[in-house]
């Protein structure tokens, strides 16, 4: 059988997520469809729409057969381990091509951009820019000016992760193939709908804030989990609704503890803990806490490990260059419970189909991601999504 990945979010699944799925399988003419997905924080470090089980379901009923869980460890980093926790998985699953969106289409020019962005020169002159003061993604676009490339190549969004998902295979030494398709009607910083059908993922969730109508831009599947998660809880996952937790982990560990904490760097534990003794919303905290150095992604980063309680010598300790350490199974179809079997002698690390409290630090510290995730949600469906973590089999969906 013929194996197509792809990484996701699914924050929510939507209309384009839907092409991007259905094109993927044409272009590879894939037997099976793998999709690794992020838990419950994504890689912008913002807590999901819907948990992980919800998000499980949508993937499964738009077409995908296996979904498997990017730990936290790399859902909530930087793009490099994101995509290297990412692709190690497909690799372990032996996926034969992994398909990304980009803005450019192109994936010769993607790869040849990848080659220079990765040389010991473009780094230099990325470090140089730093120095200045620029953040990081600004000084990539200051490189890639040096280098003769356009800003938008080397700095649009999916450009940029598809160029850390070939570094991967790459480091990896992965056999896996990658291709790209064209992103279409939007971009992922969209505030708003710019088509009537397709939309990004945080238009979608601005729409849904403002209890405005989206069911344009989603499946019918998806429309009927979100309305029922509502229904049944009154509250979506935001980062305004988990401030009053924040604020009280901000103001409770100090700036003494706060530097525990993994991403927090130079100081910035005092300049977290004095914005939040005068911030009254997330919004505000963010407005004074953020510096061109300290990107709004890095702060909501930091934000989601201090509530998850993700400290520097835990992610040191875990070594995480080096590829994930297991296989962590949320959902299958009966084709994705096929491919599994057919595969499962030749897979070397190990497959969780169900928690397993003696695993991997790495697997068990998703009871910490839950349980900081969960705090939000009304009773007993708080208990209920610990209890889930726990006990939960995959999620079996007939097609």
Known sequence: MKATGLIVEYNPFHNGHLYHLTKSIEQSNADVLIVVMSGHFTQRGEPTI?????????????????????PYAYSCQHADLFAKGA????????????IFGS?????????????ITSGIDFQKA??????????LPKANAKALE????????GTSPNNTLGLYYIRAVNELQSPIKVGTLTRIHSDYRDQAPTHDKISSATSIRNLREQRADFSTFVPKNVQDILDEHYR???????????????KQKILTLTPKHLVEIHDVEEGIENRLYSAMMKSSSFEEFMD????????????????ANILTHT?????????????APYVRLLGATPTGKQYLKSIKKDINVPIYSKFDSKGHPMLKHEQSVTAAYSSILPEPHCTNLNIAEFSNFPLHFER
Request: glycine residues 4%; charged residues 25%.
């Open 87 to 98: 692709v190690s998985i497909l690799t372990h699953l032996h996926v034969n091509e992994l």
């Open 126 to 135: 990325v470090r140089k820019w730093v120095q200045t003061g620029l953040s």
């Open 311 to 323: 400290t520097k010598e835990w992610i040191h300790d875990l070594q995480l260059a080096t590829g």
């Open 146 to 153: 040096e280098f003769n490339f356009t800003k938008e190549l």
């Open 232 to 246: 049944q809880t009154n509250t979506y996952h935001t980062w305004e609704t988990y401030f009053p937790f924040l």
């Open 288 to 303: 004074a806490v953020k510096t061109k150095r300290y990107t709004r992604t890095r702060i909501q980063r930091i934000c």
């Open 50 to 70: 819907l948990n992980k089980w919800e998000r499980t379901k949508m993937a499964l009923a738009n077409g995908a057969d296996l979904v498997i869980e990017l």
């Open 103 to 115: 803005e450019s289409g192109n994936i010769d020019e993607l790869i040849q951009l990848e080659s």
